[in-house]
């Protein structure tokens, strides 16, 4: 099949998607433009901030993109390029984006509170204690996840047998490629810190300060390309550490609005030259249409619908919209096109991805059968098959020998690895607000607690506590950390849309768009981890067990107990037995 087929077939429907699913949505739910919004009625000048749209969308878009649209689709890819395509077109328009659209909707309606919240309210304070615990254990993975992920793109090694690399190395031919995407990841840092000084303390214009911030954007890179920083992966981690623990403190203006915002244009570009070398490179996918129901990895179903993760539907997007983007919602009116339409654009990248493997599938293989060929890694194959497209498009070879190649694999790497940081950074927020939240009673602060309780809601011990949790799993194998995460945060997806079936339920809105999504996600999550469970007891049981599948059979069983329970506590409220009043 040709790639362009593939990609304007997709960009169509989920354009009609937006338009008129997307609309109707907002007219069942009664979005109002008029409706004041919690940045403006709660306004502190550290959490809830009105954002610029277009610097909201920026955040939003960052923060649930990360690397999860390009790592899901390529790992899927091994059932086939149309399995792929109908669950991220199909699952991310009546999926993905009424979950996302409903959950920043609904945490807007409850004053910018997070999902737990809108639990607490509609199903009960058991019912949100056991969501935010729920909740917590998957931030926790995601803080691991990326940690690993992005101490990864940063680390450069020797090879074997020689020194050991210098802390500095300059000149393109001198830099790898993890160097230059350290050096320009750094220096991204600095260049949000000062956007959002003139931004938001010395009101200089949205506008000017963008157009000075993309000209910084292409000069970092540059010097990236130039200048590389070689450390040990350890540094990295301790340094993802102590960077997303400021990140999380910090009032967003000062680096969470201008770095997320900043990074997006980061995001748009790699897509724009994605689109470039796949319209101008004329070439066709190698990946067959369809392969097997079953694969190393497992069965279609429920393997698909769980790997493929946030390019189809995520839970961590629920987190984000009920977190931080509804603190900053200026209108309403911007609701369907930040909740809604960031989506779409994301499920639009995951196609960019299901390409990109298809075109460099005969370098690639199997990936769940553990083949190892150059391009090995979600990342990489990414990179490899944009750059490919792109190098073919000028009429050169598709290796590290054109410079074309090489510039777009480096270019696209570093994309990555900032977005995957930008998941980081706002996952990290997430987990102090709902480690915190479990400790402050209602209408309380922490400021007005006492002993043990105050002490744990501090935001900075919050913090740390969830850090040094997550970020120590990041020593750990991502492989061992990935394959409980894809199917804890498609499970949270599931229970998220309970959360805003239930208030629409109470409120006597339209819920029912909502019933078949929420059970699919539901049932096919839970499969995945029994799944999982049964396995790791039979090598538990067999005496082959090492501390990774320890780790996944124990963390998955939590997770379908506090799953199940959150179903039974909200079949009431959904069938109209059980009403909870509003506090």
């Given amino acids: 099949m040709n790639a362009i087929v593939i990609l304007l077939v997709a960009v169509v429907l989920l354009a009609i998607g937006y338009v008129t699913y997307g609309s109707w949505l907002a007219k069942q739910w009664g979005v109002d433009p008029n409706h004041e919004t919690p940045a403006h009625t709660s306004y502190d000048g ?24 390009i790592n899901g689709p390529i790992q899927a890819a091994v059932f086939g390029w149309v399995p792929v395509f109908l669950w991220v077109v199909l699952g991310g328009i009546f999926f993905g984006a009424m979950h996302d659209f409903g959950a920043l909707f609904a945490s807007i309606r409850h004053n910018g509170g997070s999902i737990g919240e809108v639990i607490k309210e509609n199903m009960g304070v058991r019912a949100q204690r056991l969501f935010t615990i729920f909740a917590l254990l998957v931030l926790i993975l995601v803080i691991a996840s990326f940690t690993s992920v992005v101490a990864s793109t940063f680390v450069s090694v020797a090879a074997e047998g020689q020194p050991a690399l210098p802390l500095f190395t300059a000149g393109r031919a001198n830099v790898s490629g993890n160097a230059s995407t350290a050096t320009t990841s750094l220096l991204f840092i600095v260049i949000a810190f000062i956007f959002g000084f003139f931004v938001y303390r010395k009101n200089v214009k949205i506008g000017p300060a963008t157009i000075v911030g993309i000209v910084g954007i292409v000069a970092i890179v ?318 538990v049981a067999g005496g082959a067990a090492v501390w990774g599948d320890w780790f996944q059979m124990i963390w998955s069983i939590g997770l379908v107990v506090l799953a199940v329970i959150l179903v039974f506590e909200a079949i009431p409220v959904l069938t109209g037995k059980k009403k909870v009043e509003k506090a």
């Fill in 46 to 69: 550290k959490d809830f901030v009105p954002a610029n749209p277009a610097v909201l969308m920026g955040h939003h878009f960052s923060s649930i993109a990360g690397a999860g649209p």
């Fill in 222 to 539: 540059l010097v990236g390309l130039n200048v590389g920083l070689n450390c040990s992966r350890t540094f990295w981690v301790l340094f993802i550490a102590v960077y997303v623990t400021l990140a999380s403190l910090l009032p967003v203006w000062m680096l969470l609005q201008p770095r997320d915002y900043l990074s997006s244009f980061l995001l748009y570009g790699m897509m724009i030259i994605a689109v470039v070398g796949i319209l101008g490179s004329h070439m066709n996918v190698a990946l067959p249409a369809f392969t097997s129901w079953k694969t190393g990895s497992g069965t279609l179903f429920p393997v698909l619908f769980i790997t493929v993760a946030c390019g189809a539907v995520s839970g961590f997007h629920s987190l984000i919209g009920s977190g931080t983007t509804s603190k900053q919602l200026n209108s309403e009116k911007d609701a369907k096109v930040i909740g809604y339409g960031a989506m779409i654009v994301e499920s639009g990248l995951a196609i960019i991805s299901l390409i990109a493997v298809g075109v460099v599938w005969n370098e690639v293989g199997d990936l769940s059968a553990g083949a190892k060929f150059a391009l090995s890694a979600p990342p990489t194959i990414f990179a490899g098959g944009i750059a490919t497209t792109v190098a073919t498009m000028f009429g050169g070879v598709a290796d590290f020998s054109n410079p074309v190649y090489d510039t777009v694999y480096t270019l696209l790497t570093l994309a990555v690895s900032v977005f995957a940081l930008t998941s980081l950074d706002s996952g990290t927020r997430l987990a102090r607000y709902m480690f915190a939240e479990l400790f402050i009673p209602e209408g309380k602060k922490y400021e007005d607690l006492s002993g043990v309780s105050k002490f744990f809601a501090t935001p900075i011990v919050a913090t740390l506590i969830m850090v040094v949790i997550g970020c120590g799993m990041g020593f750990l194998g991502l492989s061992q950390i990935w394959g409980v995460f894809g199917a804890a945060n498609q499970l949270l997806a599931g229970i998220a849309m309970l959360a805003v079936a239930a208030w629409l339920a109470n409120v006597g809105k339209n819920n029912k768009m909502f019933y078949f999504p929420m059970a699919f996600m539901l049932v096919a999550t839970i499969t995945s981890l029994c799944t999982t469970v049964i396995n790791k007891i039979k090598l």
